[in-house]
Nanobody, 125 residues
Framework: QVQLVESGGGSVQAGGSLRLSCVRSGYTYISYCMGWFRQAPGKEREGVAA???????SYADSVKGRFTISHDDASNTLYLQMNSLTPEDTAMYYCAATPFIGVVGGSCAFRGNHWGQGTQVTVSS
């Protein structure tokens, strides 16, 4: 069983930065696809960024150039560095992990994900 625990959310003003962390424990993947999703009130959950065990990264168009995803294999920790935040980035952010099964549209594919409990990011104007 995989457990994912996110942290690092909070409230910031527009233009500010936050760094989200997600610690993975339990089953160790030989190869993985991990990423960040977010869900704003009244909206569907959307993918934000992904990274796989080959260090291939992908980003939603709305965050390219502002967000950076990374993974520390030694500590099994996934990060999301978020810069130049805008109110449109306000959402609950979720960490997701799945064994690597392939690449779709330039991003590692998610299927049967494990999810964290989420961490809230609020950006005020």
């Amino acid at each position: 069983q995989v457990q994912l625990v996110e942290s690092g959310g909070g409230s910031v003003q527009a233009g500010g930065s936050l760094r989200l962390s997600c610690v993975r424990s339990g089953y160790t993947y030989i190869s993985y696809c991990m990423g960040w999703f977010r869900q704003a009130p009244g909206k569907e959950r959307e993918g934000v960024a992904a990274i796989d065990s080959s260090r291939r990264t992908s980003y939603a168009d709305s965050v390219k150039g502002r967000f950076t995803i990374s993974h520390d294999d030694a500590s099994n920790t996934l990060y999301l560095q978020m810069n130049s935040l805008t109110p449109e980035d306000t959402a609950m952010y979720y960490c997701a992990a799945t064994p690597f099964i392939g690449v779709v549209g330039g991003s590692c594919a998610f299927r049967g994900n494990h999810w964290g409990q989420g961490t809230q990011v609020t950006v005020s104007s």
